[in-house]
């Protein structure tokens, strides 16, 4: 089938571009709708805590399903079978983890972003620099990394030249997030997410139809053609340390990802916290569970030849699979909502970076807490179109750079700068404003300091400088850098002790845990 | 994992008597004069949000129940935590050091890393389920009843009744 196949992608598909347009009006109506509700700083930020715990579960993992998790999941698998599923799992794992420790606590204690609840008790300003500083790093190298993704993705699907692909996504996510707020950034991940779990859903339909509906049959079928090498674990776990270095950034940056703890606000209280982790994680699940299908799927009934030939990476595993499976019209439908993955994702990202601008520095340290609502709104705005015009030009900059790293690395800062001091401002009583400041800055320079010194940049980027090999082993900085962090955030606290925001843990404790005074 | 128990468990045992905070509070006030936290709690209560104060200085819960309700929240959340971390770094150092584990074929052409590897998604995602289960069934219960007394505690005293209506469904 495969050699006698070819493939209409990277040709400008006129259903594709009607889905396409079909998707981006249909949600720019929302966002109009959303505009006379996205008013005030609860409104823009929050969508006025209105969000049902289910809506708020599709919403997270609408997030969460990225078009690089979707197209590269689906073509990881199909290049190389089962490695594919422990890359799922390592993003996976994290959310369970997340609604132990901290789903509960950080809708009970903040507000509208993180650094309320590490500043819940200590002083403002010096947290909120710190604090926004990760969360603004973490923001940057995620949404590059996306915004690169999409320029190259939407080029390859549809020929579009990158910088104007690059440009529609800059422009329309910045009409969402600017106009529409929270509530817009929300329900556009919603339709998303339907739609990207519907259309994977029907293809998976198509895929296992072709085998008799047993699963089985379609990895026999994917042994037969290449080898039982493509059912079992093969290279990509070879370093023990680098796998445990990985998979503490993956297990506890989730729960440090801005963009993501953000989201705990829209709902009412914390009881729907967790219900829309419960939520998030089952679908996330269930979304894992089909990308392996369509990874599988595209590898039997494509070939891995043709997918490789498209892309070496396989980004093209899944619409290929379309193609065939259903015709122009079915990769229309699905390299639509690719380009709709790409659009609510970095809209998510750009107003998790405008509130961290907006609330935590304009507001609690230019201002000193004194401004006025409307101005933190306006300031929000305003921060949305230079983020939205910073990332469509940072898009342009590292075209054809390898910023597949940027992901990891976005993982790695969420999980040592974010993480260790958002759960010691909530599990330690005696964590001071010196300790949250050390924990949060070691975190953070370490992770940038210590993967650019590892081979994933020294020697994937830079190409070994002065011939050196990479001084730092680990892909991945996460095994040095978040232990560091957390006995940063000790040591800085046992130095400076902080008796008045000792005191204040008990209060703190009530509203944590009782809900009692919770916005 | 065993230090954050730990931590939440001496926090407990060192949680102040509600009358020596109270003490150091109006002590502590003037010195904190327009420090940026007092701006901070200028700027939520603009906001509409308020009955912080009033709430420490007479509104306390049981801190018999209280207790324990934080020792089961973590109890659970760490038994959870650490289940999760150790299913997914045992798997992780199978496939780095006994990758032959995995590669056994079962039945109908599969290996035994299929269900293993679906087995993970399916434990994390019935591990929230679990947490929620338990949540709903038995801490948001739990919640009610401590914050029921706080409650009653109110209306018996007299000048703050308002400001606590107002603190808890802020």
């Known amino acids: 089938m495969a050699s ?18 079909l998707f981006v009006a249909f949600t720019l ?18 969508a006025g805590r209105s969000v049902t715990g289910f809506q708020n579960g599709l919403a997270l993992a609408g997030d969460y399903m990225s078009a690089a998790s979707f197209l590269g999941i689906a073509g990881l698998v199909a290049l190389k079978g089962y490695d594919g599923l422990i890359y799922s799992i390592g993003f996976l794992v ?9 789903a509960e606590p950080l809708r009970n204690l903040g507000k509208y972003t993180f650094a309320d609840v590490v500043a819940y008790r200590l002083r403002q300003r010096p947290i909120r620099v710190a604090a926004a500083c990760g969360s603004l790093m973490t923001v940057a190298f995620y949404l590059i990394a996306q915004m690169v993704g999409s320029g190259s993705l939407v080029h390859l699907m549809f020929g579009l030249p990158y910088e104007t692909a690059v440009l529609v996504v800059g422009a329309v996510m910045i009409a969402y997030v600017l106009f529409g ?11 998303k997410a339907v739609l990207l779990l519907g259309g994977a859903s029907v293809m998976v339909f198509v895929v296992l139809r072709h085998f008799g509906f047993s699963p089985a049959e379609l990895f026999r079928a994917s042994a037969a053609r290449y080898g039982d090498k493509v059912l079992a674990p093969g290279g990509l776990v070879s370093n023990p340390w680098d796998a445990l270095s990985l998979g503490m950034a993956l297990m506890f940056g989730t729960a440090g990802l801005p963009h993501i703890l953000m989201r705990f606000y829209t709902v009412p209280d914390a009881k729907a916290a967790r219900k829309s982790v419960f939520y998030a994680t089952g679908l996330i699940s269930y979304f894992y569970v089909l990308t392996f299908i369509i990874g599988f799927g595209a590898m039997t009934l494509v070939g891995q030849e043709v997918v490789a030939g498209f892309d070496k990476g396989g980004n093209m595993a899944a619409l290929l699979l379309a193609e065939v499976t259903g015709g122009t019209m079915f990769l229309g439908f699905i390299a639509a909502v690719a380009f709709a993955t790409i659009l609510a994702v970095v809209a998510g990202l750009t107003l998790a970076g405008a509130t961290t601008y907006a609330h935590d520095l304009y507001a609690n340290v230019f201002r000193r807490g004194q401004s006025t609502e409307d101005d933190e709104v306006r300031m929000a705005k305003r921060a949305t179109v230079a983020l939205g015009v910073l990332a469509v030009a940072l898009g342009i900059a590292f075209k054809g750079q390898n910023v597949a790293f940027m992901v990891g690395l976005a993982f790695a800062i969420a999980a040592s700068a974010n993480f260790p ?12 404003t010196f300790g949250a400041v050390c924990s949060i800055a070691t975190g953070a320079t370490l992770a940038v300091g210590l993967i650019v010194l590892s081979p994933t940049v020294w020697v994937d980027v830079l190409h070994s400088p002065w011939g050196m090999a990479a001084p730092f082993m680990l892909k991945n900085p996460a095994l040095i850098s978040l232990p560091a962090a957390f006995a940063a955030g000790w040591l800085g606290s046992v130095l400076r002790p902080e008796p008045d925001a000792e005191q204040r843990y008990a209060e703190q404790k009530i509203r944590n845990y009782l809900g009692v005074g919770a916005e | 994992m065993a230090t954050i128990s730990e931590t939440a468990g001496t926090t407990d045992m060192t949680m102040e008597a509600p009358q020596t905070q109270m003490t150091h509070m109006s002590h502590m006030a003037p010195a904190r004069q327009g420090t940026p936290h007092q701006a901070h709690q200028a700027h939520q209560e603009q906001q509409g949000y308020q009955g912080h104060r009033g709430l420490r200085a ?9 207790a324990a309700l934080v020792r089961a929240r973590w109890g659970v959340s760490l038994t959870l935590t650490a289940l999760m971390l150790a299913i997914y770094f045992g798997f992780i150092m199978v496939l780095a050091f006994r990758r ?3 590669q056994a074929p079962v039945g109908g052409g599969m290996t035994l890393g299929i269900p293993v590897g679906f087995g993970i998604i399916v434990i994390a995602s019935a591990l929230t389920g679990v947490y929620v289960w338990w949540a709903n069934r038995s801490y948001d219960g739990a919640v009610r009843r401590i914050v ?23």
């Open chain 1, 4 to 21: 006698e196949f070819t493939s209409t992608i990277g040709q400008p598909n006129a259903l594709s571009i009607g889905f396409f347009f």
């Open chain 2, 148 to 170: 029921a007394g706080m409650h009653s505690g109110v209306q018996s005293g007299q000048q703050t009744g308002q400001t606590m209506k107002g603190a808890h469904h802020g």
């Open chain 1, 421 to 432: 001091a958002l759960l010691m401002s909530i599990l330690w009583k005696r964590f001071s």
């Open chain 1, 94 to 102: 994290g959310w369970p983890v997340m609604m132990f420790l901290i």
């Open chain 1, 181 to 191: 707020g929270m509530l817009a950034t929300t329900w556009v991940q919603i339709i």
């Open chain 1, 29 to 46: 109506g929302v966002t109009w709708w959303a505009a006379r509700r996205s008013r005030s700083a609860a409104e823009f930020y929050a």
């Open chain 2, 100 to 102: 032959d584990l995995l």
């Open chain 2, 58 to 66: 007479h509104n306390h819960p049981d801190e018999a129940q209280f």
